[in-house]
């Protein structure tokens, strides 16, 4: 409440004429400010029409001011007053210049309201050779050489000023209308909820597949991480190749063409080296040996060949 | 009088669209990415149970074993001098350099690991192995 009071405090009025500002209650206008409009900012019609409530004036608007008028790009207010209404028809771009050489900031501006719904009075002097008279119901203004002595604009109490049915400025021209801008605007909020929502389902499959993914190696018995995983599947591997390898060694070795050029006495491995020991039927089938290991071993190398007593003993390096 | 600009309005919610499209399509790579990763280790997985299955089982390893010497001392005269799952000494008195090879062969296409091999003797009809795989 004791807000609410101080923000009546701080309100403050300037009413404004072609001519100038005419009324105001502060030197500086750098604060927040209510700014009234002189008739001639706007047009004005009081009419009777078969609708109930004010916003459904909206589509009646144009055309009732299109005679009083040629600007095109008018907004409209309508204020309803018993069984009439009161229409409004303004020009945005015309009062935001109008303020702007006042050096008013329009972002200071809180409401722009209209005389017409603002003085309750029957003669104001505007202090600028100007009055305003309420003549059949409708405030004009006029010389203050052809009105009646009235009031003195200075001299009325801004608390007298009726403030209601303010209305705010348009400040951006756009090259796109407005209902064009809303059209293009809602499907694309839709666009963004589809996405949002499609989003957000996606966001939980990821999560289950995250905790599916990490269910994995437990699924099967083994460690949690990938690293150690990956740890055992490469000694896991080695051992396969070096195992392939030994066999395939041993296979070569097997295959030797013993038959009548001799025969194994003694062939060793262990983990890193091997020794062949054959008996030679003849002393020159030693090179048939040697030749056999030359081309067909592709695992491991031969690390020392001695004949004695026609015993071929060859080490491998495994 | 506070009011914004349509047009940056429309720039803002252009923008809100562009960062939600751009959201969906990180977690839609983020969602090709965990089944690629789920796939690689599922396979990983599956690779190392596989080879464990091969490799590293001892109990697989000495039915192996069993059945080896089963079939052999069926089809070969000769006798076992000490076999386990770990280490078979092996002799075989009456053999043929074929048949010593069939043995040989037979022992080593076994998924077993061996650690050493002991052959001797293979042409004179009598053969003797010593072999020791892994446990």
């Not at chain 1, 009324?23 to 008739?39: A, G, H, W």
Request: no cysteine.
């Amino acid at each position: 409440m004791f807000q609410w009071l101080s923000k009546q405090k701080d309100h403050h009025v300037v009413v404004l004429d072609k001519g100038g500002i005419v009324y105001k209650d502060i030197v500086s206008l750098d604060k927040k400010i209510d700014v009234v409009l002189l008739p001639s900012f706007y047009w004005f019609v009081e009419k009777k029409l078969p609708i109930r409530f004010a916003f459904q004036a909206k589509e009646y608007l144009p055309s009732i001011f299109e005679s009083l008028t040629t600007s095109a790009k008018l907004s409209y207010l309508a204020i309803q007053k018993e069984d009439i209404f009161w229409l409004f028809a303004y020009d945005d771009q015309d009062i935001l210049k109008a303020l702007e050489k006042e050096n008013i900031n329009i972002s200071n501006v809180k409401k722009v309201y209209f005389a017409q719904n603002v003085f309750n009075d029957v003669a104001i002097d505007l202090d600028n050779n100007y009055s305003l008279i309420n003549i059949n119901g409708i405030l004009t203004r006029i010389p203050s050489t052809l009105a009646a002595n009235g009031k003195k604009i200075s001299q009325i109490s801004k608390n007298n000023f009726n403030l209601t049915k303010g209305i705010s400025l348009k400040r951006y021209k756009s090259f796109i209308g407005e209902s064009f801008l809303y059209k293009l605007i809602i499907p694309i909020i839709l666009i963004i909820l589809l996405y949002v929502v499609d989003t957000a389902q996606l966001l939980y499959v990821n999560k289950n597949l995250l905790q599916q993914k990490n269910e994995i190696f437990s699924k099967y018995n083994l460690p949690n991480t990938t690293f150690q995983n990956k740890s055992i599947l490469m000694q896991l591997k080695n051992t396969y190749k070096i195992q392939k390898n030994l066999r395939n060694f041993i296979e070569t070795i097997m295959s030797a063409p013993y038959g009548t050029h001799g025969f194994i006495t003694l062939f060793k491995i262990n983990q890193k080296s091997s020794v062949l020991s054959i008996k030679l039927a003849k002393a020159s089938d030693v090179n048939i040996f040697k030749n056999y290991f030359k081309q067909k071993l592709t695992i491991g190398n031969i690390k020392s060949i001695v004949v004695r007593n026609s015993i071929l003993t060859v080490e491998f390096n495994l | 009088m506070k009011q914004f600009n349509p047009l940056l309005v429309l720039a803002f919610i252009v923008l809100v669209l562009l960062f939600v499209v751009s959201l969906k399509y990180h977690e839609e790579t983020r969602h090709s990415a965990l089944i690629e990763q789920s796939q690689k280790l599922e396979k990983i997985a599956q690779k190392i149970v596989t080879l464990k299955k091969t490799w590293q089982n001892s109990s697989f390893q000495e039915k192996k074993i069993q059945n080896f010497l089963k079939n052999i001392s069926a089809k070969h005269i000769g006798f076992t001098k000490h076999a386990s799952y770990d280490f078979l000494d092996l002799d075989f008195n009456k053999t043929t350099p074929s048949a010593s090879k069939y043995i040989l062969n037979t022992l080593i296409n076994q998924n077993t690991r061996i650690l050493a091999l002991d052959v001797n003797k293979i042409n004179n009809s009598s053969l003797s192995i010593k072999i020791r795989i892994a446990k």
